[in-house]
């Protein structure tokens, strides 16, 4: 089942707009990732928050977790057109002993006008 | 080198064919990783090596069949595929495999596979 849900599925900005995505989980969780994806390709990495993390910036990026209410959300300030691609949030969690799984949520496609 | 790279990018086979995928990585990971992602929809974790031994398969059919030769290489094997196979197969490492919170995966390009 999936562990993360995005929110919204699809959102179209701007060039220069601020471009802000949503995750909600389930289960308690060691970290929450967030993957970039260009259309048909890999996976890259753009930022981890662990479950004892409330903030992180990363450049344009800024990610805060409410492990309280089960999300997170991730901000691309001053969005450029390069943005365009699909966004997954991913879940770490232990499944019991060294178990450790990458669950990912459903991805917000992000387009960014010229 | 952050790199992982993944061969073929494309395969088209039959149903009868026997096919291999590739992956390679050399950052010293001890954990490698399989996702099968069909169109518009997330990864979905297949199988995942650690230190070179099998430590966890999501049920999947014996249609794929893993290997890791060694801590660089991991190989998925295709026998008997069937159509609703077809999908983005990516390979993943991370450092380690044991619940660290610092685990970050990194991906490779995929292998676009279609079954005919």
């Known amino acids: 089942s999936q562990q993360g849900e995005e929110d919204p599925q699809a959102l179209s900005i701007q060039e220069g707009e601020n471009a802000t995505m949503n995750c909600s989980y389930k289960?308690?969780?060691?970290?929450l990732q967030w993957y970039r994806q260009n259309s048909g390709r890999g996976l890259v990495h753009l930022i981890l928050i662990r479950s004892n993390e409330r903030e992180k910036h990363s450049g344009r990026l800024r990610v805060t977790l409410d492990t309280s209410k089960k999300s997170s959300s991730l901000l691309i300030t001053a969005s450029r057109a390069a943005d365009t691609a699909s966004y997954f949030c991913a879940t770490g969690t232990n499944s019991g002993g060294s178990n450790y799984k990458l669950t990912f949520g459903k991805g917000t496609l992000l387009t960014v006008n010229p | 080198d952050t790199e992982v790279t993944q061969t073929p990018k494309h395969l088209v086979m039959g149903m009868t064919n026997k096919k291999s995928l590739k992956c390679e990585q050399h950052?010293?990971?001890?954990?490698m990783y399989w996702y099968k992602q069909k169109a518009k929809k997330p990864p979905e974790l297949m199988f995942v090596?650690?230190?070179?031994?099998?430590?966890i398969n999501e049920s999947v059919p014996s249609r794929f069949s893993p290997e890791c030769p060694n801590s660089s290489l991991l190989n998925l094997h295709l026998h008997a595929l069937q159509p609703e196979d077809s999908a983005l197969y990516l390979c993943a490492s991370s450092q380690d495999f044991g619940g660290s919170s610092t685990d970050t995966q990194y991906f490779g390009p995929g292998t676009r596979l279609t079954v005919l």
């Open positions: 090596y650690s230190y070179e031994k099998l430590s």
């Open positions: 950052m010293g990971h001890r954990a």
């Open positions: 289960t308690s969780i060691n970290n």
